[in-house]
């Protein structure tokens, strides 16, 4: 009877030891369990997390522009978005226009600004500080906005939920945005057309292929993006990793001195972990950086999408490294067993361009607030080293037009042209469908994609009939594509 207790002591013992090894204790860190950083809401600009995915600038005529200088488009932000809400929170008229109106204005000196945020306007009016919101605006999503240079009191818009356009005069406040147009028109710009002017779509297809397609494309681009080095925020093989993960450990830990556990996940993660769980920080291999809290049962408050969002955005800002422009483009409320749960997705840029998520169904940043408690927040961004020359990009004096890259990738596009619009043709002809697909172009951006571990390469994300294309600006090539 000793001898079998003595084994299972031994055996018990073993496997204390094998656990026990996969644990150690990281010197350093610091915690303190009682600390509550979300108790104090952070004072956030919003502007600076919720502003306009494209910036159109119509110069008259024929003749268009896209911004991408990051200075240039906070000028123009910060110009017009008080203007923009005092018009739709105090209007004197308001009424629905078409699709033809709308064009025509934009046709004209204007500035069209696009939204990545399909977000109410009466949950915009709560993160601005708007407290009356008129009845009939309290549904509208605003994905775009059309200011015209001579209509000083006029706001055109585009609803995202109805795709129904509007026209609202404000009461008395009015924009000057003639000075605006003019000091970027004296910059050296590129500049585009209409998809509709650029391939002469009202004479070469139907009426019902939308040949008022007021999507710009560049008309000549012959600017080089460049390729970039790019690095991890958190390297576990660096020899740095120590110091590049104790400024997010003191952030999510707090300050006291104690002893952190860390894991070693059969993945390459590396999880750092406080008491039974209350608190986590991973790390993986590639790179990406996570937080979990358990939430507290016993609070249960609610709060405001403002409120939440700057519980969101003041741990997000203490949380490594913030890469200088970050932007909301979704967010989504639900209850879970009586608790509202509010999700908060943002992009990234480098330079001035966003970056292309690996993941074409998640974003690179994440933070979601239960009740008033930030319980998650994940971060998968790169930082920039500086630019890289890439033997795909050499003897390049220009890089490839939007035209080129679906030309050079045709059969693929067609086929998933018709197979997205339920068309069954045998022939596939191509002469059939050239101004077809290009009607069917409903954005444009250039963006940066990963290309490997430590390089991002500038692409066209192309929307044709609600399916991304990501062209390589240099090659042409399409690396992905997906709806």
Not at 57 to 81: A, C, H, L, P
Not at 194 to 201: A, P, T, W, Y
Not at 233 to 240: H, M
Not at 316 to 322: D, H, K
């Amino acid at each position: 009877m000793k001898e079998r207790i003595k084994s299972i002591a031994l055996i018990s013992l073993i496997f204390m030891s094998i656990i026990l090894s996969r644990w150690v204790l990281y010197d350093g860190l610091k915690t303190n369990a009682s600390k509550n950083s979300e108790s104090a809401l952070q004072t956030v600009d919003i502007n600076a997390y919720i502003n306009p995915q494209s910036y159109f600038i119509s110069f008259g005529g024929m003749s268009y522009t896209k911004v991408y200088d990051q200075t240039v488009r906070n000028q123009i932000w910060e110009n017009v978005q008080p203007y923009i809400f005092s018009a739709l929170s105090n209007y004197e008229t308001f009424e629905s226009i078409d699709e033809k109106t709308y064009v025509e204005a934009f046709s004209t000196k204007s500035i069209l600004l696009k939204m990545p945020l399909e977000l109410r306007f009466s949950d915009l009016a709560v993160l601005y500080g708007i407290e009356d919101v008129p009845k009939e605006m309290e549904e509208i999503i605003p994905i775009e906005y059309l200011i015209v240079s001579d209509q000083t009191r006029e706001l055109y818009l585009r609803d995202g939920r109805s795709n129904q356009y509007y026209k609202v005069k404000s009461k008395t406040y009015t924009h000057d945005i003639p000075a605006l147009i003019e000091s970027i028109k004296s910059r050296e710009y590129i500049e585009y057309r209409k998809v509709s002017d650029r391939f002469s779509l009202e004479s070469t297809v139907s009426e019902n292929e939308n040949y008022m397609n007021y999507t710009l494309i560049p008309y000549q681009y012959d600017y080089l993006v460049p390729n970039l080095q790019v690095q991890t925020e958190v390297n576990l093989d660096s020899a740095q990793f120590d110091d590049q993960i104790r400024t997010i450990a003191k952030a999510v830990f707090g300050n006291r001195f104690d002893f952190i556990k860390r894991l070693e996940d059969i993945n390459g993660s590396v999880i750092f972990m406080y008491g039974y769980g209350d608190k986590a920080l991973t790390v993986t291999p590639e790179g990406v950086v996570s937080y979990n809290q358990k939430y507290s049962v016993n609070e249960k408050t609610r709060i405001s999408v403002a409120k939440a969002l700057s519980l969101a955005c003041g741990n997000l800002e203490q949380f490594g490294i913030l890469p200088s422009g970050v932007n909301l483009i979704k967010y989504r409320s639900e209850l879970e067993s009586g608790i509202v749960v509010q999700t908060f997705s943002f992009n990234y840029k480098l330079g001035n361009y966003e970056v292309v998520p690996q993941n074409s169904l998640d974003a690179d940043i994440k933070v979601v607030v239960k009740g008033d408690q930030v319980i998650y927040i994940t971060k998968n961004v790169k930082s920039y080293i500086g630019d890289a020359i890439l033997e795909r990009a050499l003897d390049y004096d220009k890089m490839y037009d939007i035209d080129e890259c679906i030309t050079s990738n045709f059969l693929e596009v067609s086929i998933y042209y018709l197979q997205d619009n339920n068309i069954y043709d045998a022939s596939m002809n191509s002469i059939q469908y050239y101004f077809s697909i290009r009607s069917a172009i409903s954005s444009i951006e250039m963006n940066y994609y990963q290309l490997d571990e430590t390089h991002m390469v500038p692409v066209w994300a192309v929307n044709i009939s609600g399916r991304t294309y990501i062209f390589d600006a240099y090659t042409g090539n399409i690396m992905t594509s997906y709806r």
